[in-house]
Nanobody, 128 residues
Framework: QVQLQESGPGLVKPSQTLSRTCTVS??????????WSWIRQPPGKEWEWMGV???????YYSPSLQSRTSISRDTSKNQFSLQLDSVTPEDTAVYYC????????????????????WGQGTQVTVSS
């Protein structure tokens, strides 16, 4: 059973960088076909898929966030991480890491309900 554990600050100041890390257990992040994503839900708004890093270390980002988002991995720690630059209060949300372990199309990887495994979700507030 894949388990995901998120970590990182819960409060970030405007214009700074939001950083989150997801530690994976139960599978290697290099295991075939796995896609590792970051997803968020702002208060009162729809879920938003942010970006993905694949088992082959390729990345793909939401076009609306691409200029500010970076996802990377550390295979030695079996972790993947999110950086979101130049945050504003609009980036306040519950942030989740999520994983899917099947062959995946681009449409599926960007669809929130297609994910099989989820972290616990963490509220991140952008405020001075």
């Amino acid at each position: 059973q894949v388990q995901l554990q998120e970590s990182g600050p819960g409060l970030v100041k405007p214009s700074q960088t939001l950083s989150r890390t997801c530690t994976v257990s139960g599978s290697s992040i290099t295991a075939s076909y796995y896609a590792w994503s970051w997803i968020r839900q702002p208060p009162g708004k729809e879920w938003e898929w942010m970006g993905v890093i694949s088992y082959e270390d390729s990345t793909y980002y939401s076009p609306s966030l691409q200029s500010r988002t970076s996802i990377s991995r550390d295979t030695s720690k079996n972790q993947f991480s999110l950086q979101l630059d130049s945050v504003t209060p609009e980036d306040t949300a519950v942030y989740y890491c999520a994983a899917r372990g099947r062959r995946t199309t681009t449409a599926e990887v960007t669809t929130v309900r297609e994910y099989d495994y989820w972290g616990q979700g963490t509220q991140v507030t952008v405020s001075s």
